[in-house]
């Protein structure tokens, strides 16, 4: 009785709302019928502006206003709609006084909700886009695969990729993302299927068949690139119209770099990916691959991240440990990648990679932020589109004490937005 009395609560609620939202006057009555349904169905406090719950609906969690908690992994990337943003249609947003919605996942009865309510507002009516999340079909894996760098920032290496006889696989696709980590993406076509295993199966080969990669590298990329390939974090992207608890729970039990990433379909024009879980492996020291450079030649050791830390002084430590500590409270969707010479702030893709430099007692932050949209200061940040460096980003930013710091914090909160 209780589900079957949720279930018909549910209908009454989304019923009213849509009947309310429908009037140009949002007869409060209607509304008022609606918050006291709410309220009974323990959705939490009612938002003072009836019309911001309608824009974002979830099937695995009630609709919270932007001052609670913050949500899981997945549902912080869904209201900011980063994904959607980067497509020529721009994603709907809260309205004015409210700073974006936010939901948990502790609401049970609600499954008659579509995954992600996104609709389409123009000249005053408003259309709901439909969502397709049908198994991965071929043409979405070459789609994926020619724009894989606007995408995922991956550089594209091969498609469907045979391991031979011996392991009898076949890749679906591979690559070497913008901190020259090989990746390996895996595409899930059935619910059932057990695309986890399988790609794990395949990371270990990567790591036996370093020499194959490296020179696979070298055809498509160039002997530069393959002398850069970072062996201490290969990746594994498994993307999926959904993924089961099951996978999601599995990933956090295994230490290896792996990925969860739904996609969504709006239309013809919309694809939305959506990073489910992350799960990262303990920080290592970067292994030795084999690179083009390698035969018949002494290489110069160079000392990393790890190295330089803590030869700093203990003010320019305790900078770091600031500097990380706000990276990762910007949202529970950061990822801390420790690689040889910096260390990686991403999200989907890096928005912050930061190198430290005991001799001189500074830390450089490379941000994705466009240097000819910022007033340059000489000594503070500086414009290195054309310059090379280690990790990702056109503009650097040069930090040596707190208020420094400070200044720096509005340009990451940027590199973090736009990523």
Same mark, same amino acid.
């Given at each position: ?18 009947? =309310? ?8 009555? &209607?509304?008022? %019928? *609606? /918050?006291?349904?709410?309220?009974? @169905? +323990?959705?939490g ?19 919270t ?10 549902s912080?990337?869904?209201?900011e ?9 721009? =994603?709907?947003?809260a ?5 974006? &919605?936010?939901? %948990? *996942? /502790?609401?049970?009865?609600?499954? @008659? +909700?579509a ?50 006889k ?48 490296t020179?696979?590298a ?13 062996w201490?974090?290969?990746r ?7 993924f ?26 919309l ?31 160079y000392?990393?991240?790890g190295?330089?830390?803590?030869l ?32 990686a702030?991403?999200r ?24 000819s ?35 720096a ?11």
């Amino acid at each position: 009785m209780r589900c079957a009395f949720f279930n018909q609560a549910t209908r009454d609620l989304l019923f009213l709302m849509w009947q =309310a939202s429908a009037c140009c006057a949002l007869q409060p009555a &209607l509304w008022g %019928r *609606a /918050s006291a349904l709410r309220t009974e @169905l +323990l959705l939490g406090p009612v938002p003072t502006n009836p019309v911001a719950p309608l824009l974002w609906l979830s099937p695995t969690s009630h609709i919270t206003h932007a001052s609670h908690k913050s949500p899981p992994l997945s549902s912080r990337a869904i209201v900011e709609g980063s994904a959607v943003h980067q497509s020529k249609s721009p =994603a709907p947003t809260a309205l004015p006084g409210h700073h974006g &919605l936010q939901h %948990r *996942a /502790s609401y049970p009865y609600n499954s @008659l +909700l579509a995954d992600i309510k996104l609709f389409r507002i123009d000249s005053g009516s408003v259309a709901e886009l439909p969502a397709e999340s049908v198994a991965v079909e071929k043409s979405l894996q070459s789609m994926l695969e020619k724009h894989l760098e606007a995408f995922l920032d991956v550089r594209f290496l091969a498609t469907e990729y045979v391991t031979g006889k011996t392991h009898g696989g076949r890749i679906d696709t591979l690559g070497l993302d913008d901190n020259n980590c090989p990746v390996i993406i895996e595409y899930k076509r059935t619910l059932n299927e057990n695309v986890i295993n399988q790609g794990l199966y395949y990371l270990d080969w990567l790591m036996d068949h370093k020499s194959e990669f490296t020179l696979l590298a070298m055809k498509k990329l160039g002997s530069t690139v393959a002398d850069r390939i970072e062996w201490s974090s290969p990746r594994l992207l498994c993307i999926a119209g959904d993924f089961t608890k099951f996978d999601e729970h599995a990933v956090q039990q295994i230490n290896r770099n792996i990925e969860l990433l739904r996609y969504r379909r709006y239309g013809d024009g919309l694809l939305l990916l959506e990073l489910v879980n992350a799960s990262s492996a303990a920080t290592t020291q970067s292994e030795p691959g084999v690179t083009v450079s390698d035969i018949g030649k002494a290489k110069t050791q160079y000392k990393g991240f790890g190295d330089l830390l803590p030869l700093c002084s203990t003010e320019l430590q305790d900078l770091w440990e600031s500097l990380r500590s706000y990276l990762l409270a910007l949202g529970d969707d950061v990822q801390e990648k420790h690689l040889k010479y910096y260390v990686a702030f991403r999200r989907i893709k890096n928005f912050a990679c930061v190198e430290v430099h005991p001799q001189s007692g500074d830390m450089l932050i490379y941000t994705k932020v466009d240097p000819s949209m910022v007033r340059l200061e000489e000594g503070f940040t500086r414009d290195v589109s054309e310059t090379g460096h280690y990790g990702t980003g056109d503009l650097e930013i040069r930090v040596r004490n707190a208020p420094e710091l400070e200044r720096a914090k509005d340009f990451l909160i940027q590199a973090y937005r736009g990523n």
